[in-house]
């Protein structure tokens, strides 16, 4: 494997970004090829020379028969002059600086995003990051930047992927990236193209079978994501296969095994068992999930496997013919080393069927397997980790050259993407392989749902032991479905809640956290009573108060209509000692006092509607009060 480096980096996003302001890359070679004369200021070089020259200034490895192209069109449009199989630049004067501080402004961003990087893996890591650290951490991203992956990157690749979706609103940071992804499918397609003319066509018949996977994806089982990663390649292999007028077929055909059709009928039928409540659905499987979504009886569940069938044929996606892969023992791949070599990483039944996989392509190509990918004839299209690392063995390969028997969707879509000239299309329609955040999103949802997967198998283990009640284990089991997010779903917002899913996967953990939580409810009960205990006795006390000074009113307002009352009959007696006269006579006098004294009494018979009247202001007064309380 190469080494990667910035100055790598930001020739491929230059190369990109040049391709999309020229549109033809045979011209954006020709730049490349004329700035290695300026930057050498050497005038006069050889092919073989330039070759050496662009790898040595922008660690570009491209074919002498490329540069040989590139240095005819150069030579056609008068830019350099041939003599004795040498090349000499006709203009001396050729401008570098425009060309070297495009480079420049580059190699500045790429490591301003490293710095970032560093910084960002400090922070989730809350640790200071030595310069051991430091280079792994930035050989992994180089490494994740070229599609490298390895098993030991997983790590890495969890933060990274988290510090890509954490800046995916930078519209800067996000645009070099994917230049720079653009710019390696462009040169990768160069090492298989000298031909330029060929460009913007496809010739050769390929039939490409589709696990499992990629099925689900095909009819969008697996998110919004899958299925336009999917839809992406699928456009190229439409589009190749409407272009040839002249031949009634098909070039590519999209096939899938019996295997793989035995693979989703038991998808299925576990469907129906957790539709029936027979099984429980795996809080990490998402496609089951969407499956079962909206199902309530068994019938539910067999319209949609109907349904899946019928997307696939319209798709043009067929069941292959099963043949008798085993009758010609030079191509069986099933060799009992092999799985002796993987039996420590993989289970049998896996290196099994990926083996016997191998061994029907094998047959399908006749064992001819020194080839392109254009020209290979017969090739799976899988996302399953075991097949790509199997297939990848020198054991079976038998050489470094062969073609591969299986690949991955970013690789097919790429490199259909480059022979149907899409990256120097002046439309272009950027396809999602080349998105750095879309790869992101997808590589922390994996990581997200194999946290989960076993985080569910040891709930099922405890269970079983009865380390954990049937409450918990509900409880946990419904927060693993929560867990779980399609790609889609993840964003800047809520990073932190799958890096938290992928870090922490202690059951005890959360059997920690959930008695802590009712140790809280509990306290929070407690303290809540005694508050409301606290704050009852206050509102009493406040009440009592304010019905000591109704009550005090009241009293007050009775006291001043007794002594009202009491001081009438003075009154009255003082009223008429001042308007008798020498005329008028006791009898007189006792006849009016009598007569005023009848018209008194007559009043107490309102005594009772008095004091009523007094006892309803006070309530309504009282209520009045206690309002405020």
């Given amino acids: 494997m190469k080494k990667i480096t910035n100055n790598f980096l ?20 020709g730049e490349f090829t004329q700035s290695v004369f300026a930057l050498e200021k050497q005038w006069t070089l050889d092919s073989s020379e330039i070759t050496h020259l662009l790898k040595k200034h922008f660690d570009f490895d ?22 004795s199989g040498k090349y000499t630049l006709l203009n001396k004067k050729y401008d570098i600086k ?18 970032d990087l560093i910084k960002y893996y400090e922070v989730i890591s809350k640790k200071k990051c030595d310069e051991h650290t430091k280079q792994k951490l930035i050989s992994s991203f180089l490494d994740y930047l070229m599609d490298n992956g390895t098993k030991e990157a997983d790590y890495y690749f969890t933060i990274i992927s988290s510090f890509l979706i954490e800046n995916s609103k930078k519209t800067i940071f996000v645009s070099s990236l994917n ?6 499918v462009l040169l990768e397609g160069l090492k298989y193209t000298s031909d330029f003319s060929s460009l913007g066509h496809w010739n050769n018949e390929l039939t490409i079978y589709l696990d499992t996977e990629h099925l689900f994806n095909a009819v969008g089982y697996n998110g919004e994501l899958y299925q336009k990663l999917f839809d992406d390649f699928y456009s190229l292999v439409k589009e190749i296969n409407v272009i040839p007028s002249k031949q009634p077929r098909k070039l590519i055909h999209l096939k899938y095994f019996g295997d793989t059709r035995i693979e989703v009928e038991r998808f299925f039928d576990v469907a129906a068992r957790i539709i029936k409540r027979e099984e429980n659905l795996s809080p990490d499987n998402i496609a089951m999930a969407e499956i079962c979504k909206g199902c309530t009886d068994i019938s539910d569940i067999i319209f949609k496997k109907t349904k899946f069938y019928e997307e696939l044929t319209t798709r043009g996606i067929t069941l292959q013919d099963d043949v008798d892969y085993h009758s010609k023992h030079e191509y069986n791949m099933e060799d009992q080393e092999l799985f002796n070599k993987y039996n420590d990483k993989y289970e ?3 290196i099994a069927s990926t083996l016997y996989s191998f061994t029907k392509i094998n047959y399908l190509r006749k064992g001819n397997n020194r080839t392109s990918f254009e020209a290979c004839k017969h090739i799976i299209l899988t996302g399953k980790a075991a097949s790509m690392v199997l297939s990848m063995d020198l054991e079976i390969k038998n050489q470094s050259k062969d073609i591969p028997f299986v690949t991955n969707i970013y690789f097919v879509t790429n490199r259909l993407w480059f022979k149907m000239n899409k990256g120097l299309s002046k439309s272009k329609h950027n396809i999602t392989s080349l998105d750095t955040i879309a790869k992101a999103r997808i590589v922390l949802s994996a990581q997200v749902d194999k946290s989960i997967e076993k985080k569910y198998e040891s709930l099922q283990i405890q269970l079983k032991d009865g380390k954990l009640s049937k409450a918990t284990a ?3 089991y419904k927060e693993l479905r929560e867990m779980s997010k399609r790609p889609e779903e993840i ?4 990073i932190g809640e799958s890096l938290n899913v992928i870090f922490d996967d202690d059951i005890e953990k959360y059997l920690r956290e959930q008695s802590s939580l009712r140790t809280e409810v509990m306290e929070g009960r407690i303290a809540k009573e005694q508050l409301k205990n606290i704050a009852w006795k206050e509102v009493v006390k406040n009440k009592n108060r304010k019905k000591t000074i109704v009550r005090r009113l009241y009293s007050l307002s009775l006291v001043l209509i007794l002594l009202i009352a009491c001081i009438i009959p003075v009154n009255i007696i003082l009223f008429i000692n001042f308007i008798k006269t020498s005329n008028d006579t006791l009898l007189s006098i006792f006849g009016l006092i009598l007569t005023i004294g009848i018209e008194i009494l007559g009043l107490l018979k309102y005594r009772n509607k008095i004091i009523l009247w007094l006892k309803k202001i006070s309530s309504s007064y009282y209520l009045k009060l206690i309002k405020t309380i």
């Fill in 62 to 83: 491209i074919p002498e028969a490329v540069i040989r192209t590139a240095l005819i069109r150069l030579k056609d449009l008068k830019i350099v002059n041939k003599v």
């Fill in 348 to 350: 049998e039944h896996v």
């Fill in 474 to 476: 509900e409880n946990y």
């Fill in 98 to 115: 425009n060309f070297t501080d495009k480079l420049d402004l580059q190699e500045k961003l790429q490591h301003q995003i490293q710095e």
């Fill in 491 to 494: 964003s800047s917002e809520n």
């Fill in 179 to 184: 230049q720079i992804k653009e710019g390696l």
């Fill in 10 to 29: 930001a020739s491929l996003a230059v190369f990109s970004e040049l391709c999309n302001s020229d549109g033809e890359l045979i011209n954006i070679i």
